[in-house]
């Protein structure tokens, strides 16, 4: 027989743990009040009506973490996201399962539900509050597995539970996670796996038209998630653009990345931004990390305080790095920016970029810049656009053009951003006087534009023979490598000039250029001059019959050039080829 005194000493010792548990509970009840989070046990039977279960099975008797265990089968509103008793009226079987558990007899293992890796109660939920306000960490239990579409973790809360059952039934319609195993398009925005069958069904409708034929939608499925939504993963996870979005996923990156592209699209008139590029610049835009804020906030400082003649572009090599285009694994223009004037003489640009785009299979985005917004709806830019249209039919090239309000040089620099090239026609050099030259809007367009810039004097050329100027600076080693990759992909003939002047290039600087190309098995002919670089580059590129010069750009600050002048505007005002002028 048990001894009355113990036996009243242990029941003295549960009822004051008991009430304790009671007003922790009552604690941590108003913690979640104040911090907005649940302190809510799940409902088993709510889980699995939003998860859809796809089979159960027995997985025996196993030590489970008391942690994972978040809900219950009927008594999950007695007892708190941590198990602490919410009813009074608990107190008796409380007090009794925690005197059995201290006991030599101590208590059966609990039965309970497995999803994912959080469990839910079946019998012994007051097992489970005991064993915890003790102390434990694990507790026997008899677990039978029940496969949901969508796995559990223990820290789900109420809301993510949404987002769960969200996705489980947008996996349910798709089935996405059988078609495609090991798909992840988990979002953390309530109300995004909509947008992804809207986007899903206006794929299969296009599909339908393309294809002239009922597409089923598993079919359509399958083809939007391999031709729409990966290649944006690819470039989220290319340009590592997660780090940029905290706590986001690929999905919701991906939904952001549309509807902003969609949204450049409109403001831009164009219907072909890159998706690359659009992921930058909603990284650059909307970022919340630190970096990014201070980059917004210094570029907003820089553009009030430093006027547009005095202003400076990228650094050098910043549009390579962007592009990761030492990789050569595609073309390096994939869209390439036009400016038309719309005059007669105008559009030898157009010409010289449809011979680009018939290399690299370019698409061509024209650009018309008025002044006003009169003139933008107005007969004339009606007539540009059909002249533009007609153009690239005859040239055989898509391209399609924007008509936009403002200054030439500053529309150019402002979307030069979403393409690859500049070709432009290369009508009003930067003219020798210091002050003119202030004034070029040509010279700014070099100084500030983030890509390359193809200026065309006269006439359009085949790009078959090339010259690089090379001096060595950071701008020449850029020039050095869009020389080798015309000559890689192009078949350029390529002669490869050094001015030795003072001490900026020097015989070495040649060989330099020479182990560069051959390392990456370019063949070309090598020239060193001395005297005026400007005058050099001219005369070689004349008695080589260059159809394409290739040279950096302004290598002094913008101050020294326009006070020193620059072997850049010599070349500009005297070529009479293409010159590529590289960043």
């Not at 079987?93 to 994912?116: C, D, H, K, L």
């Not at 798709?174 to 798909?183: F, Q, V």
Request: charge should be negative; hydrophobic fraction near 40%; charged fraction near 25%.
């Amino acid at each position: 027989m048990e001894n009355p005194i113990t036996y009243q000493t242990f029941s003295a010792q549960a009822m004051e743990d008991f009430h304790r548990a009671r007003r922790r509970a009552v604690l941590e009840r108003i913690l979640a009040t104040l911090s907005g989070r649940s302190a809510d046990l799940l409902s088993y039977e709510d889980v699995l009506k939003k998860l859809k279960e796809k089979g159960r099975a027995s997985r025996g008797l196993k030590d489970i973490p008391l942690d994972a265990i978040v809900g219950s089968v009927g008594r999950y509103q007695d007892f708190t996201r941590t198990f602490l008793p919410r009813r009074d009226e608990d107190i008796h079987r409380w007090t009794r399962v925690q005197m059995a558990m201290n006991s030599m007899t101590g208590v059966p293992p609990i039965e309970v539900y497995q999803i994912g890796d959080a469990y839910f109660v079946l019998d012994g939920n007051h097992r489970v509050s005991v064993a915890r306000q003790m102390g434990a960490t694990h507790i026997q239990a008899y677990v039978t597995e029940i496969k949901t579409k969508v796995p559990l973790t223990p820290d789900v809360t109420p809301d993510e539970l949404i987002l769960k059952a969200e996705y489980a039934e947008f996996l349910e319609k798709t089935k996405l996670d059988e078609l495609r195993p090991g798909c992840d398009l988990t979002v953390t925005v309530p109300g995004q796996y909509r947008v992804l069958l809207e986007h899903i069904d206006v794929h299969r409708y296009f599909m339908g038209l393309e294809q002239r034929r009922e597409i089923p939608y598993h079919e359509a499925v399958t083809h939007w998630y391999d031709t729409v939504y990966m290649p944006v993963v690819e470039e989220i996870r290319e340009h590592g653009i997660l780090r940029d979005f905290p706590g986001r996923t690929e999905a919701d990156l991906y939904i952001w990345i549309m509807e902003h592209r969609a949204a450049l699209q409109e403001e831009m008139g164009w219907n072909a931004i890159p998706y690359d590029a659009a992921a930058m610049d909603l990284a650059e835009r909307r970022s919340p990390t630190a970096r990014r804020l201070v980059s917004r906030i210094g570029g907003k400082l820089l553009e009030a305080v430093v006027p547009d003649e005095l202003a400076d572009g990228p650094a050098p090599g910043q549009w390579r790095t962007q592009r990761q285009a030492d990789q050569w694994e595609r073309p390096l223009f994939g869209h390439v920016l036009v400016p038309v004037s719309g005059e007669v003489n105008g559009w030898v640009a157009l010409d010289q970029a449809a011979v680009v785009a018939r290399r690299e299979g370019s698409r061509l985005l024209g650009l018309h810049a008025v002044p006003t917004t009169e003139e933008r709806d107005g007969e004339r830019a009606r007539r540009v656009q059909e002249e533009f249209n007609r153009r690239c039919h005859e040239a055989g090239v898509q391209g399609e053009l924007a008509i936009a309000v403002g200054s030439v040089s500053q529309v150019i620099c402002g979307r030069a951003r979403w393409c690859d090239l500049v070709v432009a026609n290369l009508a009003h050099p930067p003219t020798p006087q210091p002050v003119a030259r202030l004034r070029s809007g040509f010279r700014t367009l070099i100084r500030r534009c983030p890509i390359p810039i193809l200026a065309v004097p006269h006439h359009a050329t085949p790009l078959t023979r090339g010259l690089l100027a090379y001096d060595g600076s950071p701008k020449g080693r850029e020039a050095l490598f869009m020389a080798t990759y015309l000559a890689s992909r192009w078949n350029l003939a390529l002669t490869v000039l050094t001015v030795l002047e003072d001490e900026r290039a020097t015989p070495e600087t040649l060989e330099e250029a020479r182990q560069y190309l051959d390392t990456h098995g370019v063949h070309a002919a090598y020239e060193t001059r001395s005297g005026d670089v400007g005058e050099a580059i001219l005369e070689v590129a004349e008695a080589r019959q260059s159809e394409v010069i290739v040279m950096g750009g302004y290598g002094f600050s913008p101050v020294l050039e326009l006070m020193l002048g620059s072997s850049v505007d010599r070349v500009l005002n005297e070529a009479q080829v293409p010159i590529l002028l590289c960043r």
